[in-house]
């Protein structure tokens, strides 16, 4: 169990917020965007399974393939808890995810067109 303290409050708030951030932004990368690399591994994971098939749709809804986003991203932080390795691994993939989610939204609101 994590005790949270005064003092600790901040980077809990901090890990909160980059792990959804992340996982939002890994769900979209998976679910949604062009990025190459996303959209071979969703043709591959359909060629698996079948387009019509029943496990087809993890691939196509949010909801359900944020559940196992969410799902990694809280394995990866509980090895971290064990391992320091883990923990910067965490970190490190989350974080860049994370920042890739929100700098996107800055930069279409910062009013250069």
């Excluded at 986003?69 to 994370?98: E, K, Q, R, T």
């Amino acid at each position: 169990m994590i005790a949270v303290t005064w003092e600790s409050l901040p980077l809990v708030i901090l890990t909160i917020l980059v792990g959804v951030l992340g996982v939002a932004r890994l769900t979209v990368i998976l679910v949604y965007d062009d990025f190459p690399p996303a959209m071979a591994l969703r043709n591959a994971y359909w060629r698996l399974v079948g387009v019509g098939g029943l496990w087809s749709q993890l691939f196509r809804c949010w909801w359900c393939m944020a559940i196992w986003v969410a799902a990694i991203c809280i394995g990866m932080y509980v090895a971290g808890m064990f391992f320091v390795w883990a923990a910067w691994i965490w970190w490190i993939s989350w974080g860049i995810l994370a920042l890739g989610y929100v700098a996107p939204m800055v930069i279409v609101r910062d009013g250069r067109d």
